[in-house]
T-cell receptor, first 112, second 114 residues
Framework: NAGVMQNPRHLVRRRGQEARLRCSPM?????VYWYRQLPEEGLKFMVY????????ESGMPKERFSAEFPKEGPSILRIQQVVRGDSAAYFC??????????FGQGTRLTVV | GENVEQHPSTLSVQEGDSAVIKCTYS??????FPWYKQELGKRPQLIID?????GEKKDQRIAVTLNKTAKHFSLHITETQPEDSAVYFC?????????????FGQGTILTVHP
């Protein structure tokens, strides 16, 4: 059973470009969570999704950030018009809901 | 919202010693308290968790205690080994149907010297 898969592992974008981060949850998991980790800091919750629904987006910045988890395919975290402050590691986690969450390897975004 | 404080920020021990990391939380509605270990450049890995109906849980060299009245919980690692060196994060969440929505502490860098 493959774990949570994220791609790409590393992503470099110029200021103003768009970044798309993908997350495939563990088999059978329908709950997906996105977190951001700045260097030498803890993880900050961004958004919680179930298939085709955003359940809680209280941690998402109001502008430029969006997330989806379509019926088919991976969950996508999209950052439009990236700025240097968006540089961070973005982790996705999945769970069955009423059970522990498992994290992916993360996508390290660098904005130059 | 929930706020989780974690101490110490760094911890250095000799191999074989015990290590204790402490966390406090603010939201009395929190019912789920996992601990994650993160090695440099890698994913956070769940090492142990505890739910609010339990005061203590142990798994080999790792144990976690929870005091709901005082709103604090602790991680205990006994007989530490160099491979225990990593960043450890505590977290708190409401549990229920969203075990993955967590508020994390700031992390503790544990170094175990051979």
């Amino acid at each position: 059973n493959a774990g949570v898969m994220q791609n790409p592992r590393h992503l470099v974008r110029r200021r103003g470009q768009e970044a798309r981060l993908r997350c495939s949850p563990m088999k059978g998991h329908s709950h997906v969570y996105w977190y951001r980790q700045l260097p030498e800091e803890g993880l900050k919750f961004m958004v919680y999704l179930q298939k085709e629904n955003i359940i809680d987006e209280s941690g998402m910045p109001k502008e430029r950030f969006s997330a989806e988890f379509p019926k088919e395919g991976p969950s996508i975290l999209r950052i439009q018009q990236v700025v240097r402050g968006d540089s961070a590691a973005y982790f996705c986690a999945s769970s069955l809901g009423q059970a522990e969450a498992f994290f992916g390897q993360g996508t390290r975004l660098t904005v130059v | 919202g929930e706020n989780v404080e974690q101490h110490p920020s760094t911890l250095s021990v000799q191999e074989g010693d015990s290590a204790v990391i402490k966390c406090t939380y603010s939201d009395s509605a929190s019912n789920y308290f996992p601990w994650y270990k993160q090695e440099l450049g890698k994913r956070p890995q769940l090492i142990i968790d505890i739910r609010s109906n339990v005061g203590e849980k142990k798994d080999q060299r790792i144990a976690v205690t929870l005091n709901k009245t005082a709103k604090h919980f602790s991680l205990h690692i006994t007989e530490t080994q160099p491979e225990d060196s990593a960043v450890y994060f505590c977290a708190a969440g409401a549990g229920g149907t969203s075990y993955g929505k967590l508020t994390f502490g700031q992390g503790t860098i544990l170094t175990v010297h051979p």
